[in-house]
């Protein structure tokens, strides 16, 4: 079961439960849905049916949701263990409701064993099963059994990555040797998919890649980008601090950085427009195109719009934008954050994949932020790590090299051109770069970021184009 329909295991009878009355129900339908589906989480949560919609419920719900999505290479290898029945035969909603139950085992101090256990098995019942409570208890108490209340400082085959330098002890030996299989291990006590962990340990090794796997397992941090065009950073900051939020100014002028981030829309000065959450790598894409007022400004890949408000804003709201996007629903989302924000410069576009109906104009500058394989932000997007393979790689490549030239080919002789990814792949990033500078010799690299996950921020990589003729 690593990661969506891949081996989400029977489908027959997947059921789910028409009513739900309380947050484990939610969660379970969504788990099903995403098993089924591969959707994303958060989009299946939305459009939940929920019961409340208060804070303290959705922030569960999204907890365990993104958890057992997250950890699910730990959970099904622990579970395998304990679990006589071959995986194959374990019903879909079955296997659920045990990594459900697994995950606040193992990974959720503040929900006590005996709740784990008592909502698990009353769910099997609520869902017309209660052949199946008998097996949900014996199952997760053999898992409760074999976890210790130690903790280790230190990785070993009994010790399953829970934090930043922190394991949980098993009272038995359950995760390859870190000395012998170190690929094996990581993999299953981090849960990576194998042939990523094989990836970093070669380019990166055994610490830098133990310090990936811990970073993209923890909360990460938070940031915001300050509407200097509707508000200052210090009152910002000072607005956040009186609702009890600690603040501190960020590395670029309108950065802003968050000890906690919480429900966004309940932020002071959020619907406002005063501010919009983004990571400080990702704003360092529109801090490298530079735009300058009463220009004209390409973004190929708009939506949501966060790089597009943010071009916008460089720009003192002064010049013109067009945002284009392949799909209308996407741009949508665009033209809603230019509203919130008061922006009045950014029209949209909607263009085909093929980018063949692109404006012939040429632009001052260009923002190409293409669709990657999210290899930078893993921690906050839990299905991305399963969906890390080769294929996928490869047509995302294919996709970005057909952005990259469509928009070096709209940039006027001394224009500009920002090529930005979420990944840290160098075959997302460098050789897509390279490989365009070839078939474009108009164009030279100017600079390269390249941002680590973890240093402070998010993984990125980021390249300023030119060109000379």
Not at 154 to 172: G, K, Q, T, Y
Not at 423 to 435: C, F, G, K, L, T
Request: aromatic share 6%.
């Amino acid at each position: 079961m690593n990661g969506g329909r891949r081996d989400a295991g029977p489908s027959r009878n997947v059921g789910r439960i028409l009513c739900p009355a309380n947050d484990r129900e939610v969660i379970f339908n969504v788990l099903i849905d995403y098993f089924q589906t591969g959707r994303f989480v958060a989009r299946l949560l939305d459009q939940a049916q929920v019961p409340d919609d208060g804070i303290e419920y959705r922030g569960f719900c999204t907890e365990i949701i993104c958890g057992v999505v997250r950890r699910q290479g730990t959970l099904n290898h622990l579970l395998t263990q304990i679990v006589s029945r071959p995986r194959q035969r374990v019903e879909l909603e079955l296997w659920t409701l045990l990594l459900m139950g697994s995950y606040q085992l193992i990974y959720m101090s503040g929900v006590p064993q005996h709740a784990a256990l008592h909502t698990s098995v009353e769910l099997a019942k609520r869902m017309g099963r209660p052949g199946w409570s008998g097996f949900v208890n014996g199952v997760l108490r053999g898992l409760s059994r074999l976890l210790t209340s130690e903790e280790s400082s230190a990785p070993s085959e009994r010790a399953v990555a829970i934090r930043p330098d922190v394991f949980r002890l098993c009272r038995e030996s359950v995760f390859p040797s870190p000395v012998d299989q170190p690929v094996e291990y990581i993999s299953a006590a981090f849960s990576f998919p194998s042939q990523s962990i094989a990836t970093w340990l070669e380019a990166r090794g055994f610490d830098e890649t133990l310090r990936l796997a811990f970073w993209f397992n923890t909360p990460g941090s938070a940031s915001i980008r300050i509407n200097l065009h509707r508000s200052t950073r210090e009152d910002v900051i000072s607005e956040l601090a009186a609702a009890g939020i600690r603040a501190t100014a960020g590395r670029l002028p309108e950065a802003v950085c968050l000890e906690r981030l919480g429900p966004v829309a309940l932020l002071p000065g959020h619907i406002a427009g005063r501010f919009t959450v983004q990571d400080e790598s990702a704003m360092s894409a529109s801090d490298l195109l530079d735009p300058q007022p009463e220009t004209a400004i390409l973004d190929v890949c708009a939506a949501p719009g966060t790089k597009t408000t943010h071009l916008a804003e460089r720009m003192r709201n002064r010049g013109s934008i067009l945002a284009t996007d392949i799909r209308q629903e996407r741009l949508e989302s665009v033209c809603d954050t230019v509203q919130r924000l008061g922006i009045e410069i950014v029209r949209t576009m909607q263009i085909s994949e093929n980018t063949s109906d692109l404006p012939a104009d040429l632009f001052d500058g260009v923002l190409v932020d293409v669709p990657c394989s999210n290899s930078g932000v893993l921690g906050k997007r839990p299905e991305a790590r399963w969906r890390l393979e080769p294929p996928a790689i490869e047509q995302l490549r294919v996709i970005q090299q057909r952005l990259l030239l469509a928009a070096v080919d709209r940039v006027r002789p001394g224009g500009r051109v920002v090529y930005s990814t979420c990944s840290i792949n160098p075959d997302e990033n460098e050789a897509v770069v390279r490989r365009a500078l070839h078939l474009r010799p108009q164009m030279q690299l100017e600079t390269e970021r390249k941002f680590m996950p973890g240093q402070p921020a998010d993984g990125a990589y980021q390249a300023l184009l030119i060109r000379r003729s």
